[in-house]
């Protein structure tokens, strides 16, 4: 534990530094709108062992009224922010996804920096994080894989249940952390898992990292040319510092790289790795053929590809028990994979018998957002935008608008009006975020 | 069981297809309205909102929450004035509505509009006050169109993220998969309604009793959703297809360029796809197959599904009606 603490503060120096360019990089990529208070924000909020103590609870501010209004409507600023850097048109994104997901179980996780430690804390945000991803990228799989004792170890095969998933995470007692990280292990397990996967499904590797070394057997500059050649996205969050190799590793396969200041931190850094990402190269070989032929190589896209899929039949809950393939119960419900009628209990999956890819048409209806997303609704800021015959309530939820300005916080409406561009109809902020975050479909329009 | 519960319905006005329905209008509203007191007598605190789908616009009708200020001057002294507010408000709300000069009786009612209106209003009173157990129920008069169906899985998408259950009804017209498949994916009832004068019993029978307490009592529940897809090309139910990878368009065969898209598909996978396709054809014919018992295969089961043509994924243009039974 001592060790630790002394080797944070030994790198300090180097930190600095990484942490300027971490931010100025940040800048960059930000809305200028962002960056004074981007900049305010890093002042208030220090990395944690900057910070006096400061308790969960106490974060959160209360007005004089005692209500948390404010730091709501701070989080929703910051949530419509990020949608304005999105881009707004439809872009191609890789809707079968597979991750392995590379947990750091080294003592250094012990560190009690983050509340209550990295490695309790790393679990709970792991935990949110494949609810979440799998809420968006119900066609996905993730695996998970530890780092510990020098050793990568796996922790859970590759599976598209999420219930599975957070079952293997689920008993901190078999993660205990202990002895020392192992990048290049951990990377060449996790690259084993994905070999054998098609090409145009993603291979992704995320990975939690909280040391500040790395023991490997073998040079990992091969490991990650190999990955680079396997078209294998690694993306590091780091709970310590930055080191040079992590940042190397995501640079060369195209992938995120961030240092946690702190819980918050973290738990965006993470989050922002659910969304699918956007298929650039697939995009731009895409173009209609007439236009740029000669440029195209003969396999057009090898990002695309036609998948073979089966519809299951769904088996009445009255039906005659049979066994099932995959855990070999005896049970009514399941589902019959149409080419070989073999039963499996649930959907999506691949056959264990044959192979097949067996999703239901909801499964497939579920990532559609991603393709179609709602347009970006404008925040109403002059008075003359407020037409004198405009509804006097949000038309999604009726909630009626404040007659007069109200301050706002930049980027929010001051009437608290947020308009479609597509139908003109207004929305509260609340509606806003329901609608761009869940929803996906405006209520006036239906698009 | 102890909680109160709240109740959003969602009503199908278009007044072209209640024209053709056997019920009329009034009399459902008659039996309507009993259900949605019986609902607020049933618990105190119980809550309620009504919406209406009219022709390309959604209302709101009613909200328990906000209270219609103007309060009828004959009150009834023989009427409970809950029952009173609630009666006038959702009739003179829906004859206002229906009145309206620039209401274009042919086009399709907007339930997407209210169905996701109705998730607003939920989130908002979730997120104020806590529900326990919301739920929606819609009535429907209305086929599926083909073009709600991206809106409608997405709404029901939403539902299964605030937990709400979606109950729905179809009063008149063919079984709607849209419907079946909201009950289905929330855990709802989906009731089509065959014998019409009996509408509030069946109202209340099934839709009456929150989610907490249907699991002691026998709610009508379907087994035979249809969960295969139709292919975007010839709108076939397929139960093995061919999907591209970057927009998830459904086909029946290998295709070397998606047509909704316009991806091209590498030569290399085509021959592959090709040269293991023997093998699906016997089992894309029904016939070759055993059925699983009670799960028909009509022709009905068949030819009803969500087609989403390429056209209208990409322009929304496709206004018309789902063809029921057009892949056959
Ligand atoms: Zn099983
Ligand atoms: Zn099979
Ligand atoms: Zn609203
Ligand atoms: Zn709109
Ligand atoms: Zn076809
Ligand atoms: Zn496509």
Known sequence: ?447 | MDNSSHLSVVLDLSPAQWYQSPLSLDSFLAQLLVFLNAHIALKHDNSLAVFGALPDKSVMLYASSEPPMDTPATSDPNCYPPFKRLDSAVTARISEQLEDPLLDVTTPSAIVGALTKALCYINRLSVATGLVDPRILILSVSPDLSNAYIPIMNSIFSAQKLKVTIDAGQIYGPDTVFLQQAAHLTGGSYLHLTETSALLQYLIMTFLPPPSIRKVIAVPTQDKIDFRAACFCHKNIVDIGFVCSVCLSIFCQPTPVCSTCRTKFPIKTLQRLNASRPLTISSANNSARPTPVSTPRSAATAARHPPMSAESIQNGSGTSAVANGSGH
């Open chain 1, 1 to 447: 534990m001592e060790v630790d603490s002394d080797s944070d503060i030994s790198l300090d120096l180097d930190h600095q530094s990484s942490k300027a360019k971490g931010k100025a990089k940040a800048k960059a990529a930000a809305d200028k709108k962002k960056a004074d208070k981007g900049k305010a924000k890093a002042k208030e909020q220090p990395y944690v062992w900057e910070a006096s103590f400061a308790r969960s609870w106490d974060t959160v501010q209360e007005d004089e009224a005692g209500s948390l209004q404010a730091s709501v409507e701070d989080l929703m600023a910051r949530g419509r922010r990020r949608r304005l850097l999105a881009p707004a048109s439809a872009i191609r994104r890789t809707i079968i996804r597979h991750l392995i997901l590379v947990l750091d179980l080294s003592a250094s996780m012990m560190d009690r920096d983050m509340r209550p430690t990295r490695f309790d804390l790393m679990l709970q945000y792991a935990r949110e994080f494949i609810s979440e991803w799998f809420d968006q990228n119900p066609l996905g799989q993730i695996g998970i894989v530890g780092m510990r004792a020098g050793l990568g170890e796996r922790v859970g095969a590759m599976s598209g249940n999420p219930q599975e998933v957070l079952k293997s995470i689920s008993d901190r007692v078999k993660l205990e952390p202990v002895g020392e990280p192992s990048l290049q292990n951990a990377i060449e397990m996790a690259r084993n898992n994905m070999s054998h996967l098609p090409t145009h499904s993603s291979r992704e590797i995320l990975i939690l990292f909280g040391s500040l070394t790395t023991c490997d057997p073998g040079n990992i500059h091969d490991t990650l040319d190999t990955c680079v050649q396997n078209k294998i996205r690694i993306s590091i969050v780091a709970l310590a510092a930055e080191m040079k190799i992590c940042r190397e590793l995501c640079d060369k396969t195209a992938g995120q790289f961030g240092v946690a200041m702190n819980e918050g931190h973290f738990k965006d850094l993470l989050f922002e790795l659910v969304p699918p990402p956007a298929q650039r190269a697939a995009a731009r070989s895409a173009r209609p053929s007439g236009t740029n032929a000669g440029l195209n190589p003969a396999p057009a896209n090898p990002a695309a590809d036609l998948m073979m899929m089966g519809f299951p039949t769904r088996l009445p809950d009255a039906s005659i028990p049979s066994l099932c393939v995959c855990h070999s119960e005896l049970k009514s419900q399941g589902f019959l994979c149409p080419r070989c009628l073999s039963k499996v209990c649930d959907v999506p999956t691949d056959c264990d018998v044959c192979g097949l890819m067996i999703v239901s048409s909801p499964h497939l209806a579920r990532s559609y957002h991603h393709l179609f997303p709602v347009k970006t609704f404008t925040a109403i800021m002059k008075d003359l935008d407020v037409a004198p015959d405009a509804a006097d309530a949000c038309h999604g939820c009726t909630r009626i608008f404040p007659e007069r300005a109200t301050n706002a916080k930049e980027g929010m409406s001051p009437f608290r009006r947020y308009r479609c561009p597509d139908c003109e109809n207004d929305f509260c902020s609340e509606c806003d975020v329901f609608i761009h975050d869940v929803i996906h479909c405006c209520p006036g329009c239906g698009k």
